[in-house]
Every structure is written in C-alpha cells, then in structure tokens.
C-alpha cells in the first residue's frame, strides 16, 4: 500500500467540533434513559454506551523528538479519504466516518466485531506547534503526524522612559 498524504486545517479552536460531538452523546444518552424507562442514578451508565455507540477513540503514540512531535494514530480498516484533520497551535483533532456492509455472499457472518461509526481523537499537545507546518501521512492503517514545535517567544528586557 502506498503512502498517501493528507490535507491539514488549520482552525483558531476545535471546541466547537468538540461541542457538536458532546451534543450527539447527550441526545444519544437520553434516548437510552427514555428507552430503558427513565430510571434515575444511571445516567453515567447512559453517557457512557452513548459514548460507545456513536465513537470510536484510536489508540495513539506521541513523540517529542528534535524540536518536533511525531503522532501516530491507528485507523485500521480505513482509508486516508476517509479521515480528516484539524490543528491549533495546542492541539490536534482527528476525525472520520468508517461504514462496514456485509455483501451478500455464500454463507452466513455469524461474529463480526469490526465498527462502524465515527472516529474522533482530541490531542492536547504538552507544547505549542506551528500549525502551517504541520504534515500528514497515511500508510498500512496508520496515521502520521509530524509537528514542529514553535519556536518560543523569547524575552526581552523593556527600557522605563522617564516622563
């Protein structure tokens, strides 16, 4: 499998992508609490099959290397069109949608445990990159990000004017 490069954007904030999501979860908790007949003391219970049911939260690798981050993220079963990516100087969002069809075929699927939904990974990152120089490529299942580090505002001493 070749090595595809994806499309970065570049956002002021990914809290209203984080904001949209929580909605999804909380609509998706209450129908759980309606469905199983309003019971009360449960409602952790309900966010979190909500939470189950409508994401699926990769594992990653985050590296500090030479001034730079390397994000690894894994998205087995999914294609690089299939994924988008959203950065900050703080952080970096990764999101996409995966959809799994049974075609008719010979037999019967008796197990299937692969998922279909909605990828989504929030990254707080421990140091502010430069968000125009972030990369991104996506090989055999696995996601790679290479972030440089931005460089720190240095100090400087102001002079007092006499007025």
């Known amino acids: 499998m070749a090595t595809e490069t994806l499309p970065i954007k570049k956002k002021e904030?990914?809290?209203?992508?984080?904001?949209?999501?929580?909605?999804?979860?909380?609509?998706?908790?209450?129908?759980?609490?309606?469905w199983t007949g309003r019971s009360f003391g449960k409602d952790l219970d309900d966010w979190l099959q909500a939470e189950r049911e409508l994401l699926w939260t990769p594992a990653i690798?985050?590296?500090?290397?030479?001034?730079?981050?390397?994000?690894?993220?894994?998205?087995?079963?999914?294609?690089?069109?299939?994924l988008e990516i959203?950065?900050?100087?703080?952080?970096?969002?990764?999101k996409?949608?995966?959809h799994l069809e049974h075609k008719e075929e010979k037999g019967k699927v008796h197990i299937c445990e692969f998922r279909s939904g909605?990828?989504?990974?929030?990254?707080?990152?421990?140091?502010?990159?430069?968000?125009?120089?972030?990369?991104?490529?996506?090989?055999?299942g696995m996601l790679l990000l290479k972030a440089p580090i931005a460089e720190e505002q240095r100090s400087r001493k102001v002079?007092?004017?006499a007025a």
């Open 13 to 34: 904030s990914i809290f209203d992508e984080m904001e949209k999501v929580r909605d999804r979860i909380m609509r998706r908790a209450y129908e759980i609490f309606d």
């Open 159 to 161: 002079k007092i004017e």
């Open 61 to 82: 690798e985050l590296r500090e290397e030479d001034d730079e981050f390397f994000i690894n993220v894994a998205a087995p079963g999914m294609e690089a069109k299939d």
């Open 96 to 98: 996409g949608e995966t």
């Open 118 to 140: 909605s990828l989504f990974r929030t990254i707080r990152l421990p140091k502010k990159i430069d968000p125009d120089k972030v990369k991104a490529e996506f090989k055999n």
């Open 86 to 94: 959203e950065v900050t100087p703080e952080d970096v969002l990764v």
